[in-house]
């Protein structure tokens, strides 16, 4: 039996899954046994979600864990220890270890890691700040725990790989641009990949002419135009910061506004390090931003609830960010749009910002049910349709699993992975 763990270090949280391969061979889709979920990392103390089947256990607060890497050590002995769970009594049965990482740069597909991709992943941690050197801490931590396993890195970034260069270009001196690859990247990628294949199933249009405006709303928020099943145009750029403001991010600003926040935005930040190379103006953008800055919360779920004037406003920010992205994609799209879908933290369980949203692009022809969009918890499933009348545009809310678009993404590459090549 090959199991196959599954690693997903966000800003905010940690989440690994379990998977057993399919034995079959005519699928890829492998059976997941466990998923345990650290989360709020941003908004200490953090806790700890487990299940296992129909089993389900929220732990008390973990307030020594403060970190990606302390969440994965704390997780993996969970899993390891669960009596329950003899698959992963013996830790050398653990085959391959999937790990998330969210600035790949220019890798197309996901890669078996060496130490040349693993140089690689390094390089780009000045773009990630908040993600690829925590990514790169498990990664370690893995091949140190779990020495015969094979780690693979699947990347934010290669979903958007096929973004136009007329979109992804930056206007600015085209040598400095190519030499130092400054071009828009676009993350949430692993999440987008699931998000397609789960609409394509769900409304029977084959991937090739599936048109979407996806919206991954969580710590990080962003928006993808899916064009032919392809990415078209995403909200984030170079880096995980522009776009969307997020739990700690300021989403777009105007780029001169740093030099008028602080005369030191140019110096190193507090927390640069020699493998990180950070300034305070990223620093402040990155982390003191966005809605702790707003409201004192990172969690959206309580300024969607609390209604004080800050979080109203936080929370009016938002919808009107979002929905200048809609309007974007939706002429990109040439107003051929199979559906509206909301996923991540935030998408799935935020019932008001669905609402509030989906109400301002009623002019697109998109509307909502409001008893179905008030009960999307208690339906099952992956793709929940919380849209409104029939000649409307439809309004899916698709309960995007990272993990388990990366455990695919290791089945059906088992036969490349074990031959050492790249996925
Ligand atoms: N009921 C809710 N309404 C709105 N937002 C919520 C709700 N419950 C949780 N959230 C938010 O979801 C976000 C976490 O989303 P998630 O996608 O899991 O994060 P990450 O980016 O770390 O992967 C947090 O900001 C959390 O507050
Ligand atoms: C890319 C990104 O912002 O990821 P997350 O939302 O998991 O922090
Ligand atoms: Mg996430």
């Keep these: 039996m090959e199991i196959i763990l599954s690693v997903n270090a966000g800003s905010s949280s940690v989440k690994i899954s379990v998977f057993k391969a399919p034995e079959d061979k005519t699928t890829t ?152 690859g400054l071009r828009k990247y676009g993350f949430h990628g692993i999440s987008y990949e699931f998000i397609t294949r789960a609409v394509s199933t769900y409304l029977s249009i084959p991937r090739t002419s599936l048109n979407i405006i996806a919206l991954h709303l969580g710590s990080g928020a962003s928006a993808t135009c899916i064009k032919s099943g392809r990415s078209h145009d995403t909200s984030m750029g170079l880096t995980p910061l522009s776009g969307l403001p997020g739990a700690t991010r300021s989403g777009d600003i105007d780029a001169s506004l740093p030099f008028h ?42 300024i969607s609830a609390r209604g004080r004037e800050e979080d109203e406003l936080a929370f009016r920010l938002f919808v009107d960010r979002i929905v200048g992205f809609v309007g974007s994609y939706y002429v990109k799209l040439g107003g051929k749009v199979d559906a509206l879908v909301f996923a991540g933290g935030i998408g799935e369980r935020g019932e008001r910002v669905r609402r509030d949203v989906v109400g301002m692009v009623g002019c697109l022809g998109f509307g909502i049910d409001e008893g179905r969009n008030m009960g999307v918890g208690g339906v099952d499933g992956v793709v929940v349709d919380v849209g409104g009348d029939a000649g409307m545009g439809r309004v899916l809310v698709v309960r995007t699993d990272e993990q388990a678009e990366m455990a695919r993404g290791v089945v059906e590459g088992i036969g490349r992975v074990n031959e050492g090549g790249r996925k």
């Excluded at 993996?76 to 740069?105: F, M, N, Q, S, W």
């Excluded at 773009?127 to 693979?152: D, R």
């Excluded at 005369?263 to 966005?290: C, M, Q, T, V």
């Design 29 to 180: 889709t492998p059976t997941q046994l466990a998923e345990a979920v650290i989360s709020g990392l941003t908004a200490p103390p953090a806790s700890l979600k487990y299940t296992r089947g129909t089993h389900r256990t929220n732990s008390q607060d973990l307030p020594s864990i403060t970190s990606q890497e302390a969440a994965f050590h704390h997780i993996l002995t969970h899993l390891t220890t669960d009596a329950a769970l003899p698959e992963l009594a013996r830790t050398k049965d653990i085959r391959y270890v999937c790990h998330r990482v969210v600035h790949g740069g220019n890798y197309p597909r996901s890669q078996v890691i060496d130490s040349s991709t693993l140089h690689h992943i390094e390089a780009l941690s000045d773009l990630a700040p908040l993600h690829n050197a925590p990514a790169l801490g498990i990664v370690k931590a893995a091949a140190e725990m779990l020495p015969q396993a094979t780690n693979v890195a699947f990347f934010d970034t290669s979903f958007h790989s096929s973004i136009p260069e007329h979109i992804s270009t930056y206007p600015i001196d085209q040598r400095v641009a190519k030499k130092n």
């Design 261 to 302: 926040f602080t005369h030191d935005a140019l110096r190193p930040s507090r927390s640069a390090s020699s493998s990180l190379h950070l300034s305070r103006a990223e620093h402040i953008l990155n982390s003191d931003s966005g809605w702790r800055s707003l409201t004192g919360t990172t969690d959206f779920g309580v």
